[in-house]
Nanobody, 118 residues
Framework: QVQLVESGGDLVQPGGSLRLSCAAS????????MGWYRQAPGKQRELVAT???????NYADAVKGRFTISRDNAKDTVTLEMNNLKPEDTAVYYC????????????WGQGTQVTVFS
């Protein structure tokens, strides 16, 4: 079975940094577009960042300049480096994968909680 497992979520103070990691199994990771989504309490899930198989990246305006997405195809992992965290970044962060055959994200992780609070 295809599995995506996120890790690295934690409680962090405003202005702090955090690194999230997503480990993939049961999938040819190197050919997939990978994305990070987040869902804050009482809000809809939103796209945070994406990285294609070729390394091209895209970011939501709310995180541009603060977050960095990257991938390591040799380790089947994708990382989200988060800097200058704000309380509004508090959410469950989800890893997702899109196959080359279509644009939809077919696989999702269970999520990891990020809480930004003093």
């Amino acid at each position: 079975q295809v599995q995506l497992v996120e890790s690295g979520g934690d409680l962090v103070q405003p202005g702090g940094s955090l690194r999230l990691s997503c480990a993939a199994s049961g999938v040819v990771f190197s050919i997939y577009t990978m994305g990070w989504y987040r869902q804050a309490p009482g809000k809809q899930r939103e796209l945070v960042a994406t990285v294609t198989s070729g390394g091209s990246t895209n970011y939501a305006d709310a995180v541009k300049g603060r977050f960095t997405i990257s991938r390591d195809n040799a380790k089947d992992t994708v990382t989200l480096e988060m800097n200058n965290l704000k309380p509004e970044d508090t959410a469950v962060y989800y890893c997702a994968a899109a196959s080359p055959a279509g644009g939809a994200y077919d696989y999702w992780g269970q999520g990891t909680q990020v809480t930004v609070f003093s």
